[in-house]
């Protein structure tokens, strides 16, 4: 099993910086892939950055934070961080890191406990 743990959530002005961490342990070794999501009040859970793991740790984004966050892998650290730049209200939500990871030969997801962002205007 994975476990996670997140950190550097808070209350930030638009404009601002924040970064968040994700630490990994336990079979750490059969993660291939982990991500952020995050949740806005009446909304959905969605994805807002991934990175793969193995050669090449394709990225990917949603539209909506392209060009503002980064997502990066310490593997010395089994640590996933995603810095979150020049942040709006809208970004304002809980944040929740998700690692995707062999059992067996299948797929299973672990979760963090979440972290709140919030952005004033």
């Known amino acids: 099993q994975v476990q996670l743990v997140e950190s550097g959530g808070g209350l930030v002005q638009a404009g601002g910086s924040l970064r968040l961490a994700c630490a990994a342990s336990?079979?750490?070794?059969?993660?291939?892939?982990m991500n952020w999501y995050r949740q806005a009040p009446g909304n959905q859970r969605e994805l807002a950055a991934g990175?793969?793991?193995?050669?090449?740790?394709?990225?990917n984004y949603a539209d909506s934070v392209k060009g503002r966050f980064t997502i990066s892998r310490d593997t010395a650290k089994n640590t996933v961080y995603l810095q979150m730049n020049s942040l709006k209200p809208e970004d304002t939500a809980v944040y929740y890191c998700?690692?995707?990871?062999?059992?067996?030969?299948?797929?299973?997801?672990?979760w963090g406990q979440g972290t709140q962002v919030t952005v004033s205007s």
């Open positions: 990175i793969r793991f193995g050669r090449g740790g394709n990225t």
């Open positions: 336990g079979s750490t070794a059969s993660i291939f892939a």
């Open positions: 998700n690692a995707r990871y062999y059992q067996d030969y299948a797929p299973y997801d672990a």
